[in-house]
């Protein structure tokens, strides 16, 4: 199992917001970063550090931390936002890397 | 224009050997961390490692430890991901990626490998 934690699966309606969360120990002392992958497709960074969007990503997303809990914030969702979310930081040693289980979002 | 072309779909054998390979343009290849993600079928994105090709400092997760080898040539702006003896859970796609930090923030990946191991 991982040592990030996600939720399975999350729904939205059109042009609502939805947050997506990742918890773990290790958030209390690193940022986690955040990416999208659609089927068939390679993961797209979409998040990371503090809250820092990549060139190209829609600033409807953004990214927040407290405590052991990271989450992404989509303001707005649109139906191509439908896709997987995965975060990733540092693991508890902070010595390697980790991903989160991932996130379903299905936009309604 | 930053790109990572990875070498292309492999069909091995249990207890064969393979090497894959992630090559890099359009940046400083020596400068960026290049990561190696697993996602076997239908399943989530898992880390498996990571070299700084500037001096080979190489980072794997415990659960690839001793599993695979990474690698890089920097002469060709190359990174590789090795297996001596597949077995079939080996089976996945692999994708690598860049950062400009250590073990996370993967800006630019590759389109992936698919890694087939059956009798």
């Known amino acids: 199992s991982s040592e990030l934690t996600q939720d399975p699966a999350v729904s939205v309606a059109l042009g609502q917001t939805v947050r997506i969360t990742c918890q773990g120990d290790s958030l209390r002392s690193y940022y986690a970063s955040w990416y999208q992958q659609k089927p068939g497709q390679a993961p797209v960074l979409v998040i990371y550090g503090k809250n820092n969007r990549p060139s190209g990503i829609p600033d409807r997303f953004s990214g927040s931390s407290s405590g052991n809990t990271a989450s992404l914030t989509i303001t707005g969702a649109q139906a191509e936002d439908e896709a997987d979310y995965y975060c990733n930081s540092r693991d508890s040693s902070g010595n390697h890397g980790v991903f989160g289980g991932g996130t379903k979002l299905t936009v309604l | 224009e930053v790109q990572l072309v990875q070498s292309g779909a492999e069909v091995k054998k249990p207890g064969e050997s393979l090497k894959i390979s992630c090559k890099g343009s359009g940046y400083s290849f020596t400068s960026y961390w290049i990561g190696w993600v697993r996602q076997m079928p239908g399943k989530g994105l898992e880390w498996m490692g990571i070299i700084y090709p500037g001096d080979s400092d190489t980072r794997y997760s415990p659960s690839f430890q001793g599993q695979v080898t990474i690698s890089a040539d920097k002469s060709i702006s190359t990174a590789y991901l090795q297996w001596s003896s597949l077995k079939a859970s080996d089976t996945a796609m692999y994708y690598c990626?860049?950062?400009?930090?250590?073990?996370?923030?993967?800006?630019?990946w590759g389109q992936g490998t698919l890694v087939t191991v059956s009798s």
């Open positions: 990626a860049s950062s400009h930090s250590p073990l996370v923030d993967f800006d630019y």
